[in-house]
C-alpha cells in the first residue's frame, strides 16, 4: 500500500517503520527524513575535515537513504532504535567505502594538498548539517552561515557522547516532545532526561552561555 492517503494517519516513528517493512513507500520516505539529520551528525563525526573537502556528508547520507530503501528487507528490526542502528551501520560501509575509494587511489594528491591551518580535532564542518535543520533558506551552493550561535553548538556537540548529542540535537534544534525523543532512541524517559541533563551540564562548559539560546 502506497497511496497518498496512507501516511497521513502515522504519528510515531515506530508506526513508519512498521509501514515501511510492509511496502509502504511513502512512510519510508518519512521515516528516512526523520533520520537525516542525524546520520549527517555521524558523517561529520565519521570524516575528518580534511576528507570533507572531498566527501560530502550529504551525498553519503543519501546513498545511504537510497541503499536502505533497496536493502529493508535485510531489516529485521521492528523498532526506531533497532532501524537506527541499521542506519548506522550501513552509513559506516559507506563512509569506509568512500574513504578507501577517495583516500587509497588518490593518496598522493592529498598529500599535496595544502593547507595552512591544522585540522582541530573537534572541528565540525557543520554546513552540510545546517543546511538541514528546520527553518534554513540556504541553498547547496554558495552557503552563508550567518547562525554563530548553531555553528558554536555543532562544534560543541561533538565533544559530547554520541547518545547526549543526538538527544539535544532532537529536543533543541529539532524541538521534538520527550516522548518523541525516547521513541526515536528507543531508551526510557529517565534514561533520555538523563542525557539531556548530563549533555547540557557538558555545553555549559563549553559554551558561551550569554551567547547560546540553548543554554
Given amino acids: 500500500m502506497t497511496g497518498d492517503l496512507s501516511v497521513e494517519r502515522f504519528e510515531s516513528t515506530t508506526q513508519l517503520v512498521v509501514a515501511s517493512k510492509e511496502g509502504n513507500n511513502d512512510a519510508l520516505g518519512l521515516l528516512l527524513e526523520r533520520y537525516r539529520g542525524y546520520l549527517l551528525m555521524l558523517a561529520h563525526r565519521f570524516l575528518s575535515e580534511r576528507l570533507r573537502r572531498r566527501i560530502d556528508p550529504a551525498d553519503i547520507v543519501q546513498l545511504t537513504f537510497l541503499e536502505a530503501k533497496r536493502d529493508l528487507a535485510s531489516f529485521r528490526g521492528t523498532s526506531p532504535a533497532e532501524f537506527s542502528g541499521w542506519l548506522r551501520g550501513v552509513l559506516k560501509n559507506n563512509v569506509a567505502t568512500a574513504v578507501t575509494r577517495h583516500v587509497t587511489t588518490q593518496k598522493r594528491s592529498l598529500r599535496r594538498e595544502v593547507d595552512g591551518n591544522r585540522p582541530s580535532p573537534n572541528d565540525s564542518g557543520g554546513a552540510g548539517w545546517i543546511q538541514q535543520l528546520p527553518g534554513s533558506t540556504t541553498s547547496p551552493s554558495g552557503v552563508a552561515i550567518r547562525d554563530e550561535a548553531t555553528i558554536a ?13 543526538e538527544a539535544i540535537r532532537l529536543r533543541y534544534m529539532e524541538g ?40
Fill in 176 to 215: 521534538l516532545p520527550l516522548a518523541e525523543i525516547v521513541e526515536r532512541m528507543g531508551k526510557s524517559d529517565t534514561a533520555v532526561a538523563g542525557l539531556l541533563k548530563r549533555g547540557l551540564q557538558k555545553l555549559r562548559t563549553i559554551l558561551d552561555q550569554d551567547m547560546s539560546p540553548w543554554l
Fill in 153 to 165: 553548538l555543532l562544534e560543541a556537540l561533538h565533544e559530547l557522547p554520541e547518545t547526549q548529542a
